[in-house]
């Protein structure tokens, strides 16, 4: 985190946010010297260019390249010639269909909030958006943080009129969506009457600008949500190789395999996958493939070589997946 003055109808950086890069990187090949400092510095600052309203990439923040070469034996994983590279870790990952009716309305209200439409409409609506679902039986609790923009906001009193007016969008949208008896809360820490202190006011749009710092890994799983009372796997997706790491590739790849299952097979309700790779194995070959599944009726004897058909098709076409997830088909959150 790094800090600001603020103050209604603006502010400034007093210390540019600090981004820091860690892991492995590979710095030569063939005799070629790559310069990953200037790969990861500047694929960063077209990141933040392309997401992150108000903080100038160049001047709101500062970097801190960690990146070492990769231990021998793992980097020599790209030297053996093989068509299937062995996986450079025993790892194991899930991944489940479909999302439920609290997950998906927890995603569809983070992506209307942090839509284009939706910040020309509120743009004092900034990007740093949490939204908490708590479902108890046919009654929804959404918990949302959103900070509002120092330059739009002249007074305290302004700032309450439009979190006023974003939290009746926000109703708007639920009620549009979701068939919850709902409770709608907008930035809960909120006191009137406290100025700066008793307000979600930020410079940036970003509490990473004095109030909050991040990792890899704490953020949400690669289909767009935290679900504590679901299985999910203990690694990251971000920040590995797509090729090989398959705390990567497995996390991402057991999700989409029980969406196809579950978009391809009938009688289904949900269906949960289970990867686990073995070191130096084939990423195609995982030591164990699970599909545990629950039916709406019927028996699962019924549609068990359906099932195994699309797992079988999935890892035969794994080139093309890993493929695609180096190209940024699939995104990882």
């Known amino acids: ?16 946010m600090l981004l820091i890069f860690g892991d492995r990187a590979t710095r030569e090949l063939n005799g070629e010297e790559i310069d990953v400092d200037e790969i990861a510095i500047s694929t960063a600052k077209k990141w933040i260019r392309e997401n992150l309203r108000f903080v100038n990439p160049d001047e709101d923040m500062k970097y801190q390249v960690e990146l070492k070469e990769g231990s021998a034996e793992l980097t020599d994983i790209f030297k053996r010639g093989e068509e299937i590279l062995g996986a450079n870790d025993t790892s194991a990952a899930v991944g489940y269909a479909p999302l439920s009716r609290t997950e998906k309305i927890v995603l569809e209200v983070e992506k209307f909030l942090n839509s284009q439409e939706f910040k020309k409409r509120f743009p004092e609506c900034g990007e740093d958006i949490k939204v908490m679902g708590l479902r108890i039986n046919n009654s929804l609790t959404l918990t949302i943080a959103c900070p509002l923009v120092s ?3 002249t007074s305290e009193k302004e700032y309450f009129r439009k979190k006023d007016e974003l939290l009746e969008e926000i109703k708007g949208f ?3 969506n979701c068939e919850f008896k709902t409770d709608i809360q907008l930035n809960t820490l909120d006191v009137e009457g ?20 991040g990792q890899v890994g704490r953020g949400n799983k690669v289909n767009g949500v935290i679900a504590f009372d679901r299985p999910s796997s203990s690694e990251a997706a971000a920040g590995k190789n797509p090729v090989s790491h398959v705390g990567k590739i497995y996390n991402i790849l057991s999700h989409k395999i029980a969406n196809e299952v579950y978009n391809n097979v009938s009688g289904i309700r949900e269906v949960y996958i289970w990867l686990l790779s073995q070191i130096g194995r084939p990423i195609n070959q995982p030591k164990i493939v699970a599909a545990q599944i629950m039916m709406n009726g019927g028996n699962v004897k019924e549609i068990e070589k359906e099932v195994e058909e699309i797992i079988t098709k999935e890892l035969e076409n794994i080139r093309r997946f890993t493929r695609d997830l180096a190209m940024g088909k699939y995104p990882v959150c």
């Open 1 to 16: 985190a790094g800090s600001v003055k603020l103050e209604f109808g603006g502010g400034e950086i007093l210390e540019p």
């Open 151 to 153: 330059r739009f906001i």
């Open 174 to 176: 639920v009620s549009q």
């Open 194 to 213: 406290r100025g700066l202190g008793g307000i979600y006011l930020t410079l940036t749009g970003t509490s990473a600008e004095d109030a909050d710092c």
